[in-house]
């Protein structure tokens, strides 16, 4: 900015006491008025709202297809021999058997109270298995 005459300048309307200003053309060399029109708003606007913190949200596969085995049969393929079944359940004592007579141990009700969820099938782990081949295709563990 030496001596060229300055572009005319939209009047600033957050910076309001501006003193009058010369039209373009006649204007003094203009020293006072570099620094203030010169980086118009340094700042303020010139930081766009953050919009980069999106959540990425990975969807998770859900256990890349897993057949859920509960306690009832389930409709499934056998891994094993490749035919549509229907699974055969049988309980077998598991963890969570385990632990149940372990609590009721603790509590007192031992002399056999302990041994009531080796007895009761919803302590117990399922297992199905395949009623074609015979293979266990899968576990449902409680715990
Ligand atoms: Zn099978």
Partial sequence: MTDAPPPPYPGNPTKGPEPGYPPPGQAPPMQGYGQP???????GYGQPAQYGQTTVVVAQPALTMVQQFRETPVHTKCPHCQA?????????????????????????CDLGCCLIPFCVDGCKDVTHTCPNCRQVVGKYNRM
């Fill in 84 to 108: 549509e079944i229907v699974t055969a359940t049988s309980y077998e004592t598991g963890t969570f058997a385990w632990i149940i007579c372990l609590v009721l141990c603790l509590v007192g």
């Fill in 37 to 43: 029109y010169g980086q118009p708003q340094q700042g």
